[in-house]
């Protein structure tokens, strides 16, 4: 005889619903997040502004060393870095003390878009923010900060 499960028999307290997932939820909302970039940043990828971003925080370092900054891993950093320096966006050069690390920094064109990035990046993250109430802003990025 086959076992036969019915529905009653696997039902919890709370069914699973997918709206409700995190997994899902974090990906509609970056998804929203991609899309309000995209229609802002018309030169630089998600990753590239990162990049570009943090050396502007902390100026000249390895690529291994912006990489772990930016959560890239070696492959996608190193594609990163490439293209901004087809775009002017960074130096490249030898690391006097270990040849085998590349030191990057920001050109002069690079440092003159800090600026308008800033403010550019600024009005993204408000306008993906922009249903939640000042509070509720606080709240979530802290939150989101805990779980990363």
């Known amino acids: 005889m086959q076992n036969v499960v019915s529905r009653s028999d696997t039902d919890t307290d709370e069914e699973y619903r997918l709206d409700e997932q995190i997994g899902h939820i974090l990906r509609r909302a970056s998804q929203r997040h991609a899309s309000i970039f995209q229609a802002r ?8 502004f990162a990049a570009v971003i943090k050396l502007a925080e902390i100026g000249e370092c390895s690529q291994n060393r912006l990489g772990r900054l930016t959560a890239m891993d070696v492959a996608t950093i190193k594609g990163v870095v490439d293209r901004l320096h087809k775009k002017g966006f960074v ?21 003159a878009r800090i ?8 009005s993204i993250s408000s306008d993906t923010l922009d249903p939640l109430s000042t509070s509720e802003r606080r709240n979530f990025l802290r939150l989101l900060q805990k779980i990363t």
């Open 41 to 48: 940043m018309a030169d630089l990828t998600p990753t590239q």
């Open 91 to 111: 130096t490249l050069r030898p690391d006097q003390t270990d040849k085998r690390r590349t030191l990057i920094s920001l050109t002069q064109n690079g440092v």
């Open 115 to 122: 600026d308008e990035l800033h403010r550019t990046g600024a």
